[in-house]
């Protein structure tokens, strides 16, 4: 009989143990928050100069109108401005 009362008390403090764990961590957000700050959070754009596709934070912007144009270097950027510039 004390055998099951011990091994009863073992498996009430594990219980707790889980518990408090699972509602300290889990539930709080902390496992499933560094999970989604480990996405990539950004668009990808073509440059409409060469046709590449980059991360839309690390390109050049460039306003055209009401248009917004991102180029992946200064270069590309430079060139497709120069090339509006024939056309006209």
């Known amino acids: 009989m004390i055998k099951l009362l011990i091994f ?3 498996l009430y403090f594990g219980y707790r143990q889980v ?3 699972v509602v300290k961590n889990v539930l709080s957000g902390k496992i499933f928050s560094d999970q989604v700050s480990n996405r990539v959070d ?3 754009v073509k440059d409409p100069f060469c046709e590449i596709y980059f991360p839309k ?7 055209v109108g009401e248009e917004d ?3 992946c270097s200064t270069e590309c950027r430079d060139k ?3 090339s ?5």
Do not use: N, P
Not at 57 to 63: C, I, M, N, P, Q
Not at 84 to 88: A, C, V
């Open 69 to 71: 144009l991102y180029f």
């Open 84 to 88: 509006r510039s024939k056309k006209q």
């Open 80 to 82: 497709f401005i120069e």
């Open 57 to 63: 934070r690390e390109g050049v912007h460039l306003r």
């Open 19 to 21: 518990k408090s764990w």
């Open 42 to 44: 950004d668009v990808m």
């Open 8 to 10: 009863l008390g073992v």
